[in-house]
């Protein structure tokens, strides 16, 4: 074998070479390292990037039990006032109800996993359709979904995203929404019908308080990094107890809070999230600026 | 972050020219062939840390070196009644990570992944972060060095840094990794001198 022609390295080059082996090398996350692990001693990696590994059960809706069902009749204007104020109630709900989410955007090739169903990603109608709050989403590598709820906030969910989707909020009574990311990376962007609402997003290891702004969530295996492109958001560690050492984050900066016990660290945003944040808030800007998504 | 037992500290540079030998005395292949589960643990414990290492220094980026780790170990698990239990598996393996890598390279999601940097997506900056927790001096200098060394490997276009990371780090010989790029010889040659060259020139910049 034929080797050794570095003896015509210049000197910085050969400086370059002694510094590269002297480099330590980059090690995995031991939780991912395990974890990777079991998968390829039970089989499991096999189906892990295709199927859903654990299924769910669904979500089992209790009917409300009407009035009907007693034996007693109530009398008649007691019943009429029930009614009334059933039907107010109904009319003020439908009314106060958010814009549901509406897929405006799908990149990349196969499938996703809504509530461990398997949707292929060129079937438009069927993410509509599956897509609505309290639904279990999971993205796999390569793929991006873009939703937006009317003129509200605009969700963007990455490779390895794995979250519950949050109800709309409300438009007048109770305007907070609550969301759920397990993993991956997920931006979102708000807009002119935000205000007034309060977002809280809830990670593994982080809370962050939304109050109107453009920012990404990013769950690792180590831990949440929060970044926010405008506003500010307030992020803290979540406990048992609830979230504690919650801190402002500006415009520019991110947090970053570990999965181990250790204070969060702080730093400002990398150039190219700061890109990618910006290209999506742009690119959902019309939907939540008033042009109306197709059905 | 200590160094592997098997990592370039070991190394006295490219003077090795097979791929360094791997103890594989305690790994039977051909259980391994067979999907045997305690086969197949001890063939991850064998190789993973060398392949991650590999994947992450390709790609330079955590997040995608962990979905490459996955693709390469998917790959060796659907491949594995195709191993040869009579050859040393690294040269396999060391194909598999490179074609994913470059499967990732021609792939969005390699640009994408420099478009959500994390604090642990920049190389360095979590060691930083560890030393400045931890307080001593000299792993804060340290952390740092590795940190401009590697950002002068990332900064190496794509086909560039295989070649370095190939040789450097998996001692492979000009003509293996001819074999496994599709280059010839001379071309590998002349990448590797211009990677170095060019990670020099980055490097002094940098003040190291």
Same mark, same amino acid.
């Given at each position: 074998m034929n080797d050794r022609p570095d003896d015509r390295l210049t000197d910085e080059a050969e400086r370059a070479r002694r510094l590269l082996l002297e480099a330590p090398p980059p090690r995995a996350a031991t939780a991912f390292r395990d974890r990777l692990k079991d998968?390829?001693?039970?089989?499991?990696?096999?189906?892990?990037?295709?199927?859903?590994?654990?299924?769910?059960?669904?979500?089992?809706?209790?009917?409300?039990r009407g009035l009907a069902?007693?034996?007693?009749?109530?009398?008649?204007?007691?019943?009429?006032?029930?009614?009334?104020?059933?039907?107010?109630?109904?009319?003020?709900g439908t009314l106060n109800q958010g814009q549901k989410w509406m897929v405006t955007g799908v990149r990349g090739e196969g499938v996703v996993a809504v509530d461990g169903d398997t949707v292929p990603l060129s079937d438009r109608a069927a993410l509509n359709r599956l897509i609505v709050p309290g639904a279990e989403v999971k993205i796999p590598d390569g793929v991006e979904i873009d939703l937006v709820s009317g003129g509200v906030m605009a969700l963007q969910l990455t490779r390895r995203t794995d979250l519950t989707i949050p109800p709309p909020p409300t438009r007048w009574i109770n305007r907070r929404m609550e969301m759920?990311?397990?993993?991956?990376?997920?931006?979102?962007?708000t807009g002119p019908d935000f205000h007034g609402t309060r977002l809280n997003v809830f990670?593994?290891?982080?809370?962050?308080?939304?109050?109107?702004?453009?920012?990404?969530?990013?769950?690792?295996?180590?831990?949440?990094?929060?970044?926010v492109l405008e506003g500010a958001a307030r992020v803290g560690r979540m406990t048992p107890n609830g979230p504690t050492d919650i801190q402002p984050v500006r415009s520019g900066r991110l947090r970053f809070v570990w999965k181990?016990?250790?204070?969060?660290?702080?730093?400002?945003?990398?150039?190219?999230?700061?890109?990618?944040?910006?290209?999506f808030r742009d690119a959902q800007r019309p939907w939540l600026e008033g042009t109306p998504a197709p059905d | 972050?200590?160094?592997?037992?098997?990592? =370039? !500290?070991?190394?006295?540079? *490219?003077?090795? $020219?097979?791929?360094?030998?791997?103890?594989?005395d305690g790994l039977n292949l051909e259980a391994v062939r067979r999907r045997d589960p305690e086969a197949l643990a001890a063939f991850f414990d064998a190789y993973f840390d060398r392949m991650f290492a590999l994947v992450y220094r390709l790609l330079g980026d955590r997040t995608l070196a962990e979905d490459a780790a996955q693709e390469v170990f998917l790959k060796v698990h659907r491949g594995a009644h195709l191993l040869? =239990? !009579?050859?040393?598996?690294? *040269?396999?393996? $060391?194909?598999?990570?490179?074609?994913?890598?470059?499967?990732?390279?021609?792939?969005?999601?390699?640009?994408l992944s420099h478009t959500s940097l994390s604090i642990d997506d920049t190389p360095g900056l979590r060691e930083t972060l560890h030393s400045t927790a931890r307080g001593p001096e000299g792993d804060a200098l340290a952390a740092e060095r590795t940190r401009l060394v590697q950002d002068a490997l990332l900064a190496l276009r794509a086909p560039l840094r295989e070649v370095v990371v190939l040789r450097e780090y998996e001692?492979?010989?000009?003509?293996?990794?001819?074999?496994?790029?599709?280059?010839n010889e001379a071309a590998v040659r002349k990448r590797y001198s211009r990677a170095l060259a060019e990670m020099g020139k980055h490097l002094r910049k940098a003040g190291l």
């Open positions: 998968e390829f001693v039970s089989g499991a990696i096999e189906v892990s990037g295709t199927r859903e590994a654990r299924g769910r059960a669904r979500r089992k809706t209790v009917p409300i069902s007693r034996r007693r009749r109530a009398p008649v204007w007691i019943a009429a006032s029930l009614a009334a104020a059933a039907a107010i109630t109904i009319v003020i759920h990311v397990r993993y991956g990376d997920t931006r979102m962007t990670t593994p290891e982080a809370s962050v308080e939304v109050v109107g702004t453009t920012l990404a969530v990013i769950v690792q295996t180590n831990g949440t990094c929060v970044c181990e016990d250790r204070p969060p660290s702080s730093d400002h945003m990398r150039d190219m999230e700061r890109i990618r944040l910006a290209q | 972050m200590s160094p592997s037992p098997t990592g =370039p !500290t070991q190394k006295q540079g *490219p003077s090795v $020219l097979t791929p360094e030998p791997r103890p594989t040869d =239990p !009579t050859r040393d598996p690294v *040269p396999w393996l $060391l194909m598999i990570a490179t074609n994913v890598c470059r499967d990732f390279w021609r792939s969005g999601a390699y640009r001692g492979m010989g000009y003509d293996q990794i001819a074999a496994l790029s599709g280059l």
